[in-house]
């Protein structure tokens, strides 16, 4: 009986254990549904607090609580956690084996066991979100010690879909606070969320304790004439039309605009700051430069890292494409839960399509509102091939997508510059590019005409890259592309799509001669990693052909004559096929390679 006891009771333990782990599976659709009923509760209360916040700073005479402003971020993170863990877990509960069990059921048990976990997180914050004060009002010290005026109303701006960018947010704000940065640069790719964080900006001064008098937004490349950008202004500081008329030119205008901005603490809101902008540009318009004095701030967007230098940003903030998570929730959100529940094939396919944007927010908020109608697997199908073959086809590429990405192409100056872009687009997508060999490609290509090319390389590579139309690691010695950048160039290397075998980029598998045809009409032309050992039968006409890369594939041997027709080939690349021994003879007679 001594022995049996503890057995039994170790059987009993073993059983509690199992029942629990076995419920996080079975239970998974019920708790998934309180999840959702648990968010939308939250969401609910987290609208009302915030309509009560607004209605109490409406004067600007209250402020935010920073109790409730925690509490207000923490429901913006935790909106995103619920809504990413709830697509995955309808995925488990969609693909079930014999129609009742996951087949996954490792993973089927740690999310049921997050589910649980998270709901009562949700839970406790509802508990934790009803406050005896949302604002308190500022002391007449404090809304008036730093000019004579009171504070002036901030205009909001609609907000939706601002997946990710809380902890952007957070990250200026805490540049604002800082005594020592007075000039705010925030800069990325088109599309990244620059214009879509600045608004965010804006708002946080209608519900968070500030000491500024007045904000004042303007669009840049919409006011690029001085009288267009001092009268946005002048309106913000409620100068009179009668005082205005009097103004006959610009200095009289801003010398008006800088008595009235000297006599505040205002910030700026700068967007869309375009190339050829400079701070003393800032200082001939009206507008005060912030020091440590005055207190002011000026806050501008860009899409080039450059500019943070023209204008003198003390700090810079590059504003990056969202990690797949948070890609997968905006895409989701934005499709939107009944197309993606219409058929159980189709969440695969949509993670297929978030990650071919790259995480990109213009690109994800594009496609998914284009497929937000699409109910059926085929329509999924065809959108998958048609972005990963030619994108700029795609129903809101080429308007939307491709055109704010193209304006940091259209502003490089130099047009040697811009032929070095679009041939980094004969490289594959997510290719790690080695900064020496892209050099040498240059080179041989006839692209670099400077006395010390190498240089002239290295100093085109550093201006795409604070263009954002590259990337690289810190110590330079590689690059890469964003996959949408890269299909921006490649799109204009082949002359917007009207030549669509102008570049030609085949990454594996097995090339057909059909394929092999399309070489006639290219100029540059990469193949990567094939699966072939004889890629060709026939030599090719190519009678446009300048460069070819065949790089880390099987072929073991070119047909004669195979390069007899290249005749205007200057660059050729063959690295990497370990079973290539030998070249055909008439290589030799390639007189500009």
Request: proline residues 4%; glycine residues 6%; hydrophobic residues 40%.
């Amino acid at each position: 009986m001594d022995l049996v006891s503890p057995v039994l009771d170790i059987v009993a333990r073993l059983w509690d254990f199992g029942v629990k782990h076995v419920a996080h599976v079975k239970h998974l659709g019920k708790r998934l549904e309180e999840l959702r009923t648990a968010m939308d509760d939250l969401s609910d209360h987290r609208d009302d607090v915030r309509i009560r916040v607004e209605m109490g700073v409406r004067s600007q005479r209250e402020m935010v609580t920073k109790r409730v402003e925690k509490w207000l971020s923490k429901v913006e993170t935790i909106e995103q956690q619920v809504i990413a863990l709830i697509h995955e877990g309808n995925l488990q509960v969609e693909r079930k084996c014999l129609g009742c069990c996951p087949r996954n059921l490792q993973k089927a048990y740690k999310i049921g066991k997050k589910v649980l976990t998270k709901t009562a997180e949700v839970k406790e914050l509802l508990q934790n979100g009803y406050f005896a004060t949302l604002t308190r009002r500022l002391s007449p010290l404090s809304s008036c010690s730093t000019a004579p005026g009171s504070p002036q109303m901030v205009a909001q701006f609609p907000m939706e879909n601002t997946v990710g960018l809380d902890s952007k947010v957070e990250d200026v704000w805490e540049k604002i606070q800082d005594g020592n940065v007075g000039i705010i640069g925030l800069y990325g790719i088109g599309g990244v969320g620059k214009t879509t964080l600045l608004k965010k900006i804006n708002n946080e001064f209608s519900i968070r304790y500030h000491v500024f008098d007045s904000v004042i937004w303007v669009t840049q490349s919409e006011a690029t004439k001085v009288e267009e950008f001092q009268d946005i202004v002048r309106r913000k500081l409620e100068i009179s039309d009668d005082i205005w008329q009097k103004c006959s030119n610009e200095n009289d205008r801003a010398c008006e605009i800088s008595r009235l901005l000297s006599r505040t603490r205002f910030v700026l809101l700068l967007d869309d700051v375009r190339k050829g902008f400079f701070k003393s540009q800032l200082i001939s318009l009206g507008i005060p430069l912030p020091n440590k004095g005055n207190g002011c701030k000026i806050i501008f967007t860009t899409r080039s890292e450059e500019l943070c230098g023209y204008l003198g940003a003390q700090g810079r903030i590059k504003v990056e494409c969202l990690p797949p998570e948070q890609a997968l929730s905006l895409f989701s959100m934005t499709v939107g839960e009944d197309i993606l529940n219409s058929n159980p094939e189709i969440p695969k396919l949509a993670e297929i399509v978030t990650a071919r944007c790259s995480g990109l927010p213009l690109a994800l908020l594009t496609v998914g509102s284009v497929m937000a109608s699409r109910k059926t697997y085929h329509d999924w199908i065809c959108a998958v091939e048609m972005l990963q073959s030619y994108p700029s086809e795609f129903s809101g590429m080429g308007d939307l997508v491709f055109p704010p990405i193209k304006f940091s192409y259209d502003s490089l100056t130099s047009p040697i510059a811009r032929k070095c872009f679009l041939y980094c687009s004969i490289f594959p997508e997510n290719c790690t590019i080695s900064v020496d060999e892209l050099i040498d490609l240059w080179i041989g290509e006839g692209l670099l005409n400077g006395t010390s090319p190498r240089e002239q390389g290295e100093f085109i590579i550093c201006t795409l890259k604070l263009s954002c139309l590259l990337e690289a690691d810190e110590s330079m010695e590689f690059v890469w592309m964003h996959e949408m950048i890269r299909d921006m160039a490649l799109w204009l290397a082949r002359d917007e799509e009207k030549n669509k075998n102008k570049v030609l980029v085949a990454r594996s598998g097995r090339l057909t001669d059909q394929e092999f045809s399309k070489w006639a009409d290219s100029s540059w032309v990469s193949l990567w990693g094939s699966s072939d050992k004889e890629i060709i039968h026939c030599p090719p006409t190519c009678p446009n052909l300048s460069t070819l890369l065949i790089r880390d594939t099987l072929v073991n041997a070119f047909p004669g004559g195979f390069f007899e027709f290249m005749t205007g080939l200057t660059a050729l690349d063959l690295s990497g096929n370990q079973a290539l021994v030998e070249l055909p003879p008439e290589i030799g007679r390639l007189r500009i390679l």
